[in-house]
């Protein structure tokens, strides 16, 4: 399923980062991924959300993301 990517939020060492997406069907979720330094590429951490809105996963994020309820937006 396509996607497009709404924002990108990166941890402080920018070793981390999440997106927020929306799919072609209307929902919206975010994905964690951390940089892998040696094969230099970003790998998923996990996450299958389903959110609403936009708003809604920021907010499912921060609460489920130990660094993004730290990171100032």
Not at 14 to 34: A, H, P, S
Not at 38 to 67: H, M, V, Y
Request: hydrophobic residues 30%.
């Amino acid at each position: 399923m396509h996607r497009v990517t709404l924002g990108t939020i990166y941890s402080q060492d920018n070793l981390r980062r999440v997106q927020i997406f929306r799919r072609e069907d209307g929902t919206f979720g975010f994905d964690e991924e951390k940089y892998a330094e040696k094969e230099q590429c970003w790998i998923p951490l996990g996450f299958n959300s389903i959110c609403d809105s936009q708003e809604r996963a920021f907010t499912e994020a921060r609460g489920r993301i130990p660094w993004l309820s730290e990171h100032q937006v």
